[in-house]
């Protein structure tokens, strides 16, 4: 009855409906205030909470440990200082050519053109990102243009977080036009948690949108766990895939979220019940304020041996890890101490 009532909702009202104070949250969820231990506070004041309601409906009422509240409920521990783990993790302020161009490889280019999110997940490495002092406005175009002509190798740009399809239909179109208007660019890669977190953001002006770009159209969509893909989520997706778009799923191996061989290969058929395919298994990045979901590289190791050995390899994540100034992710398999 709830998820109906979501479902009839459009994604702009959802979205500015949000939970964001992690009292109302645990109460939805029939959970004790004992979950805030002092300094979860002052950790969502530092990075607050944010949560789409449709979202929170995956959740099991009354499961303190249910793996998609870990995800999203500000936790003491992120007050930690732990030796590693800084703000900016993958060096993105040196990849920084101009407001909103991270440029990290040889053939693709990212564009930020929000700091904002449908959800805050707790392990993200932008969460200190300056977002604010660093979104295009519309009279930079024009030198992300000249920056774009001057990089012949660089065929394919990447929308990334904050979460690209948190924008309007119009605002995705006028950048999809600019971006179309360049011949050197081919492939338009969109990577968003929105689809995941408030499925009816595939509404039919995006799909429209997508399916008649003359680029081709890559959404990478960010899945961590089975029971966030419900039925309704699937049958979205589902769609888009329907139109010819390709959709992958990218998911962070998380402690207490997903650290078990069985968690990865229920996410992996789940997915493929939507047809989304498995793209990357990230571990985690060492951003300050995530040491807690942090695994070892033995555990790591374990768990996707055993993935490895349960799926037929179409369904397995390439398992990597992103290292500031490198010209690729880095795979990790036989290679987990990296
Ligand atoms: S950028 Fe992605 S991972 Fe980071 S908070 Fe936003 S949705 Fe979550």
């Not at 939970?19 to 990075?47: C, K, M, R, Y």
């Not at 604010?132 to 243009?145: A, G, T, V």
């Not at 949108?209 to 997706?237: F, G, P, W, Y």
Request: hydrophobic residues 40%; negative net charge; proline residues 5%.
């Amino acid at each position: 009855m709830i998820n109906y009532l979501y479902q009839e909702q459009n994604w702009q009202s959802q979205l500015s409906n949000l939970i964001t104070d992690p009292q109302e949250l645990l109460n939805v969820l029939d959970l004790s205030q004992d979950q805030l231990l002092s300094g979860a506070i002052l950790a969502s004041e530092q990075f607050k909470l944010r949560v789409p309601r449709a979202f929170v409906n995956k959740m099991q009422s009354g499961n303190a440990l249910d793996p998609l509240l870990l995800q999203v409920l500000p936790h003491h521990l992120e007050l930690e200082e732990h030796t590693g783990f800084v703000t900016d993790p993958l060096g993105e302020e040196a990849a920084n050519q101009l407001p909103g161009v991270l440029h990290k490889y040889k053939s693709r280019f990212l564009l930020t053109l929000t700091g904002a999110c449908a959800i805050h997940c707790r392990y993200c490495f932008r969460r200190h990102f300056p977002y604010q002092e660093n979104l295009p406005k519309n009279e930079d175009w024009l030198n992300i243009k000249q920056y774009l002509e001057h990089q012949p190798d660089v065929n394919e740009v990447i929308l990334s977080g904050g979460d690209p399809l948190t924008l309007s239909n119009r605002k995705l179109a006028l950048w999809i036009e600019r971006l179309e208007s360049l011949e050197q660019i081919k492939i338009l890669r969109i990577h968003s948690r929105v689809p995941i977190v408030i499925p009816e953001r595939l509404d039919e002006d995006l799909i429209s949108l997508l399916k008649n770009s003359r680029l081709r159209i890559i959404l990478v969509v960010h899945s961590n766990h089975a029971q966030e893909l419900d039925a309704h989520t699937c049958s979205k997706l589902f769609r888009l895939v329907s139109e010819n778009i390709t959709v992958l799923n990218q998911a962070v191996l998380l402690k207490g979220v997903n650290d078990s061989a069985q968690a990865l290969i229920d996410l992996s058929y789940r997915l493929f019940d939507a047809r989304v395919m498995p793209y990357y298994l990230h571990v985690l990045d060492k951003v300050k304020g995530a040491h807690h979901f942090d695994l070892e590289a033995d555990q790591i190791d374990k768990i996707y041996t055993e993935v490895l050995a349960s799926l037929p390899g179409y369904l397995v994540p390439k398992l990597v890890r992103e290292i500031a100034g490198e010209k690729n992710k880095t795979p990790l398999y036989g290679n987990p101490t990296l």
